[in-house]
Structures are given as C-alpha cells and as structure tokens.
C-alpha cells in the first residue's frame, strides 16, 4: 500500500477526525452566550423584551403552570435517574468506562459554569426596566435537565445517537419551557443554559470519540430505525421554524411599538417571541450536535488496511 493510501484510509478510520469542527462549535457557543448576555441583559432594549417575554408569560399561559410545577419540582430527580441509569448500563453492559466518566465530567462541567456564571460573573445592571435586580442566566434547572440528556448522547453508540437526539433535545426543550412558562425564569436564561450544554457537549464528545475510536463506529444513517434521518429532520424543523418565528415576532413588535410597560401588551407576542426561541435554540443545537457527531463517526469498512 503506498504512502498516500496508507495516510488516508488512517485518516477515515479515526472518529472525530477533524478535532476544529469541535473546537469551533464550543467556541462558537461560548460566543454566542456571552452575546445573550450582553442583547439581553445589558441592553435596555434586551432587558425590556426579556422582561416582557417573562411578565406575560403568567396573562398567555396561566393554566399550565400547575403541571409545569409538578414537573419542575420532578425535572432534578428525574433528570439525575435518566443520566445515571444510561451511563450505568453503558458502563456495566458494554465496559465503556472511560466515555462513563467524560459523560459525568460533562454534567459536572457544565452546571459548575452555569453556577459560577449566575452567581459570580454575571450581574443584571440596572438599565431603567422594572425587573428584579438579581441576575438568574443561566437557568440551573435547564442546564441540569440539558446536560442530563447529553451524558446520554455521548455515551450512547452512533446508531443511537439520532434518536437520543431528538429525545433529549425534545426534553430539554421542555425543561425550559417548563421554568419559562412557570415564571422561574427569562428565555435568555434558558437559552443560556443550552449554549454552556452545547459547549461542553462538543468537548466531552471529542474526548469521548478519540479515547473510544473502536466503539464508534456504524453504518451511516438508515442503519436502524434509531439511525433514522427523521430523527434529524424532527431536530431540525421546529428548530429553524423556532427561530425564524422568534425573530420574525421580535422585530415585529420593534416595528409596531412594544406596550410602555412589560406585561401590560393587548397581545403577548414577546411570550410567543422568547417561547419560540427556547424551542429553536434547543432544538437546533440538537440537530447541529446529531449531524456533527455522525459526520464524525467512523463508517464500517474504513478499518485500517496496513
């Protein structure tokens, strides 16, 4: 076998053979939650729409709070009981130990930056909004429930990860919408929760794709029902339509005039606006997440050759 064939069937037979596709989409999301930060908390304009989306919230959705409670008072326990029991049956059943412990670390990562991003980096100045005065971004409960389901993803095998994809990221996005609509806390809290997810996510992947090289491995998509594309495109839909309803309901209410004080809107499009958000951010860095992790995994028959 010559040289050159030799360099590329090694290149094709390594997962996550391009480590700066990883290294740019955690960068990316680190970029993108230090901009929510700033459009939805620094700014006035950010705050008032933020603040709008959360008083309106109770007008728009008053009769789902009661099981959101319940759910939200659950999300901790249940979320702690999916991610244990996954891990632990990958761990006992197929001895991936060390995918077990990045799983973790990436739960571990992920809710101490959100803990020390709320309570130690980011504050909520006061920019002429009547808001409370304490900074809530990011949403622990998101976070938690978010970083739940990616443990899950990663430590899952290639054929799965589609359909967890789709799952956890139709879990996550309830999670959010839970603390959204029970009042807990602002869109931009729970989109920030996502990102910080999202970049430690694509760390624990990357670590977990090149120490588990062997065992990341499958077929393509159509593999098995679980590695269907219509898990993707379930991601992908109402991730895009999310965000395009978002910010088409955002700059509407900016062209029309929003109401003078938040909450006291005739039409709760700020609620719409930060709710559509929640789901097409969620869900479109589910997709992001399942398309990079499958372009990523080794496909059978690239084994080395020499």
Not at 263 to 279: D, H, K, N, R, Y
């Amino acid at each position: 076998m010559s040289t050159q064939q030799s360099t590329t069937s090694r290149r094709t037979s390594t997962a996550a053979r391009h480590p700066v596709l990883f290294v740019l989409g955690a960068l990316g999301c680190f970029v993108a939650l230090g901009w929510t930060y700033w459009a939805f908390v620094r700014t006035t304009t950010g705050q008032f729409a933020d603040e709008s989306a959360w008083a309106e919230a109770g007008i728009a959705a008053p009769d789902t709070q009661a099981p959101f409670l319940r759910f939200l008072d659950s999300l901790p326990l249940i979320s702690v009981f999916i991610a244990a029991a996954v891990i632990l049956f990958v761990t006992l059943g197929r001895r991936r130990w060390g995918a077990a412990g990045v799983a973790l670390a990436t739960i571990v990562g992920a809710n101490l930056t959100t803990q020390l991003l709320k309570n130690l980096l980011f504050d909520r100045p006061d920019r002429g909004v009547p808001t409370l005065d304490f900074n809530s971004l990011p949403s622990g409960h998101t976070t938690l429930a978010a970083s739940a389901a990616a443990a899950v993803f990663l430590v899952v095998s290639p054929r799965w990860r589609p359909l967890v994809a789709a799952a956890g990221g139709t879990y996550s996005v309830l999670a959010g919408a839970a603390t959204f609509i029970n009042l807990w806390h602002r869109p931009a809290d729970v989109v920030a929760a996502y990102l910080v997810v999202g970049a430690w996510t694509l760390i624990g992947g990357f670590v977990i794709m090149r120490t588990g090289n062997h065992w990341n491995v499958w077929g393509g998509f159509g593999e098995s029902w679980s590695a269907s594309r219509v898990w993707l495109m379930l991601c992908w839909v109402p991730g895009l339509i999310g965000l395009a309803l978002s910010s088409g309901l955002y700059l509407y209410v900016q062209a029309i005039g929003p109401a003078p004080v938040p909450g006291t809107a005739g039409t709760p499009l700020f609620f719409w606006s930060g709710l559509s958000l929640i789901v097409g951010v969620g869900f479109t860095l589910s997709a992001t997440a399942c398309w990079l992790f499958a372009s990523q995994a080794r496909l059978r028959g690239t084994e080395l050759q020499d």
